[in-house]
């Protein structure tokens, strides 16, 4: 697999995502932010940081849930869930670092209907990616690209917190 740097400014996405989410935001008293791990995790304690509600910040790990399990097999980092505030009737940001066929979202509302029924789910996403398989479309979104199947959109934070995207190719003979 080789790694290849892309022209995006990926700080400058989140300062375009926590405007976007700020305004859908507006005047809601009930809001949380929940990110999926690990990006959607470390975008949704910026986001909740910023937005000053750490109060209502929430992380979740799909792995569980997702409808590609047996095929995909476990991720090795897996993550426990934490949502430590009332969900049913909560306006909830949901938070993905890179959105494509929607499985992902799929997964993540099932856990958090395991933990209430909030009043409305918004999707926010660092970068769109297209290649959809699920009717599924984010509400606040930092950029939107095209890549080739074969190729993947990473998110990685350094040590001082700092964002940075990647694309990785997967450069494997098919035929092996």
């Not at 400014?9 to 990110?35: C, F, H, K, M, T």
């Not at 995909?72 to 869930?81: C, I, M, Q, R, W």
């Not at 599924?136 to 940075?164: H, M």
Request: net charge negative; charged share 25%.
């Amino acid at each position: 697999m080789s790694t290849t740097n892309l022209d995006l400014d990926a700080e400058a996405l989140y300062r375009e995502l926590l405007a976007q989410v700020r305004a859908g935001l507006g005047g809601v008293s009930d809001a949380a932010i929940v990110g999926i791990h690990s990006g959607g995790a470390w975008l949704a304690e910026r986001l909740a940081r910023d937005l000053d509600l750490t109060a209502r910040l929430g992380s979740i790990d799909v792995s569980f849930y997702r409808d590609d399990y047996a095929r995909k097999g476990l991720h090795p980092d897996v993550k426990p869930t934490h949502i430590r505030f009332a969900v049913d009737g909560a306006t909830v940001v949901l938070v993905d670092d890179v959105l494509q066929t929607g499985r992902t979202t799929r997964a993540a509302i099932n856990v958090l209907f395991d933990y209430g029924r909030p009043a409305c789910i918004k999707l926010a996403a660092l970068a769109d990616r297209g290649g959809r398989e699920l009717p599924v479309a984010a509400d606040f979104v930092g950029t939107r690209v095209s890549l080739a199947a074969n190729q993947s959109l990473c998110l990685q934070r350094d040590e001082t917190g700092q964002l940075s995207l990647t694309i990785e190719e997967d450069n494997a003979d098919p035929a092996q």
